[in-house]
């Protein structure tokens, strides 16, 4: 998982062991490590803080110029929203969208192979195994 700062001088990468590490543009350089996660990390988004998720479930929000952990969701998650507030999975059962305590279980035309939300988190997007790409508004 790779998501840019939102100005574009940092790079935050999730790893396969759990770490999430945030690097300069600017030199390259490791600019800060998120430690926490045990597993790993499938999704990061940018916003005021630092966002990311792993396989597990564990969804944590973290201050993006120390690492510091600032919270911690068991909401599942593979596409975060950049505010941290919407979470999307996508389940066997459907695709699942999470919003504070909102959630939505949403029909799909086959098996989702990528998933994007909008940057203000009204509208997903996903694109399924046989090349169907749909979108969903979603209320607010």
């Known amino acids: 998982a790779l998501a840019f700062s939102p100005a574009g001088g ?28 045990d597993d790993k990390v499938v999704a990061v988004a940018w916003g005021a803080s630092l966002v990311s998720a792993d396989v597990t479930g564990e969804t944590r929000m973290w201050h993006p110029h120390t690492g510091k952990l600032l919270a911690l969701h068991t909401r599942r998650a593979t596409v975060l929203s950049a505010d941290g507030e919407t979470f999307l999975h996508n389940g066997d059962d459907g695709l699942v969208v999470s919003r504070k305590d909102l959630h939505w279980q949403l029909s799909r035309p086959g098996p989702v192979t990528s998933m994007a939300l909008a940057g203000d988190g009204s509208v997903v997007a996903g694109a399924c195994l046989d090349g169907t790409i749909w979108r969903r508004q979603l209320t607010r």
Request: charged share 20%; net charge negative; with cysteine.
């Open 10 to 37: 940092r790079l935050a990468s999730g790893s396969p062991m759990g770490p999430v590490h945030i690097w300069s543009m600017r030199d390259g350089d490791l600019f800060a490590e998120c430690e926490g996660h």
